[in-house]
């Protein structure tokens, strides 16, 4: 029998372990350390956005995308059902209404053609979720955030290396949020990233990250002494996190090179089931530049937990998301006026996501693909 192929294994080396042992435990390793201004640093070279502040995960900094655009009771941020629930978690938390749109089934992002008629004087952003790594036509969403004054925020917690005609994701709207948590592909177990692209941002955000104070000020002798200033959390990344994140930044080209072998490895091999029309694999838009995070395939719904199941026999574990956030108990309670949302519905019940971690073996990929081709071909 073979062993186990687990959906997701996080991948840790040597060289984090020895910078965990770099840190001078016995003085100070809360954050905003030496670590944490390397991997800062890290961002701002490699996505080009103006700031970057690390955080204790991508909900965090969603979170304070919420703070920082005063999002108040009856305002309302337009976002696809089709994501995490950290996504529309962080505007309900400050009385914010989502407003779901519905997704393409191409990019599995939010529709663009669908955002217009959403909008009404109550709105104040739109907030774009890059799926496995791929964006929706940015342009397009420019035009209407410019057209209505409407701020973007990115949820970026999959794009780390990936493009929109050839920009970093992360660069586009006036903030954009990360994830570094271990199922992502560069990760410190949890961690996360703010990058503000909109200067005026920039100020408020060190205030928010740091309960509201205005430490930062106080830390550069701006002010003799801190105080507080605004609303604010306890969101800084602590140096322990920072020390194996800076560690797994360093080495991401090659790490999304190994896993795009492997993402290639899978679309290949799945090529003629496609051709067959047993199943569709993803179909990545010209504009885009991906970085390997989620290798999925969409199947007929009746055969999903089948297959899943099929595969678990041969010990492959795959695994299905997400479960949209319109219909969702919270959503149904809070928001009356829920509407259909027909692409999402459909892909949340054909999606199957297939193993996917750095060290998985070629012939792992190659096993995964033979026991979904014989799926098919008993089944027929
Ligand atoms: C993982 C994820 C998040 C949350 O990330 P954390 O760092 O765990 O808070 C938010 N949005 C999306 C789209 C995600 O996939």
């Given at each position: 029998m073979n062993k186990l192929i687990p959906f997701n294994k996080p991948r840790i080396s040597k060289r984090e372990i020895e910078n965990i042992k770099k840190l001078n435990i016995k003085s100070n390793f809360s954050g905003n350390g030496e670590f944490t201004k390397q991997c800062a640093s890290w961002l701002v070279e490699n996505t080009k956005c103006k700031e970057a502040l690390l955080v204790k995960s991508c909900t965090a900094a969603l979170e304070m995308c919420a703070i920082l655009l005063d999002i108040k009771h009856k305002d309302e941020i337009i976002m696809p059902s089709y994501t995490f629930v950290s996504t529309a978690n962080a505007f309900a938390m400050r009385g914010g209404c989502p407003v779901f749109v519905d997704i393409d089934?191409?990019?599995?992002?939010?529709?663009p053609n669908k955002i217009e008629k959403n909008i009404n004087k109550n709105t104040k952003a739109i907030v774009v979720v890059h799926y496995a790594g791929v964006s929706p036509n940015m342009n397009q969403i420019l035009k209407i955030a410019k057209k209505y004054n409407l701020y973007i925020i990115e949820d970026a917690a999959h794009g780390i290396l990936c493009n929109y005609k050839k920009k970093a994701l992360g660069s586009i709207g006036d903030l954009a949020t990360i994830s570094f948590h271990?199922?992502?592909?560069?990760?410190?177990g949890e961690g996360g990233a703010l990058l503000i692209?909109?200067?005026?941002f920039i100020k408020k955000a060190r205030i928010i990250k740091d309960k509201g104070t205005n430490r930062d000020d106080f830390n550069k002798n701006i002010v003799k002494k801190y105080t507080w200033v605004n609303i604010g959390s306890s969101y800084n990344l602590s140096e322990i996190n920072s020390s194996i994140l800076i560690e797994q930044l360093k080495r991401s080209k090659e790490t999304i090179n190994n896993r795009m072998k492997i993402w290639r490895l899978y679309h290949k091999e799945l090529k003629q089931l496609e051709t067959l029309k047993k199943l569709i694999r993803p179909d990545i838009p010209k504009y885009s530049k991906i970085n390997g995070h989620i290798y999925y395939i969409i199947v007929d719904k009746k055969k999903r937990l089948k297959l899943i199941n099929y595969l678990k026999k041969s010990k492959i574990i795959s695994t299905f998301h997400?479960?949209?956030?319109?219909?969702s108990p919270f959503a149904l309670k809070s928001y009356k006026t829920i509407k259909r949302l027909n692409n999402t519905e459909d892909i949340s019940e054909t999606i199957v996501r297939l193993p996917f971690y750095n060290e998985i073996k070629q012939k792992n990929v190659i096993y995964i693909t033979k026991k979904i081709k014989q799926f098919f071909n008993e089944e027929n």
């Open positions: 089934k191409k990019t599995l992002c939010i529709d271990e199922t992502k592909n560069i990760h410190c692209n909109n200067p005026k997400y479960v949209p956030l319109h219909n």
